[in-house]
Nanobody
Framework: QGQLVESGGGWVQPGGSLRLSCVASGFAFSDNAMRWYRQTPGKEREFVAHIGWSGRFTSYLNSVKGRFTISRDNDKNTMYLQMNNLIPEDTATYYC???????WGQGTQVFVSS
């Protein structure tokens, strides 16, 4: 079981920044690797970033490398996605997911436009 709740989405101009949060409950967050995905209408959900249970190991979609940073605070049961230098192509609904099983959050929308 468990629950994931994302927040932090919104509208931002190109070049701006947002920080998404994903709060976990109902399972041992610190024992689990986590992921961020995103999806736009009519397209498949796309992997964005991954972080190991300790936070030491991370990986990213090529198009967000150098702009996005995934992190976690196991004391707060929370994962983050810091998004800088946003571009219109980053517009999507962003979801967090536990690495194992099929546990997803409800999503938070990000709009990047001028």
């Amino acid at each position: 079981q468990g629950q994931l709740v994302e927040s932090g989405g919104g509208w931002v101009q190109p070049g701006g920044s947002l920080r998404l949060s994903c709060v976990a409950s109902g399972f041992a967050f610190s024992d689990n690797a986590m992921r961020w995905y995103r999806q736009t209408p009519g397209k498949e959900r796309e992997f964005v970033a991954h972080i190991g249970w300790s936070g030491r190991f991370t990986s990213y979609l090529n198009s967000v490398k150098g702009r996005f940073t995934i992190s976690r605070d196991n004391d707060k049961n929370t994962m983050y996605l810091q998004m800088n230098n946003l571009i219109p192509e980053d517009t999507a609904t962003y979801y967090c997911k536990r690495d194992t099983g099929d546990l997803w959050g409800q999503g938070t929308q990000v709009f990047v436009s001028s």
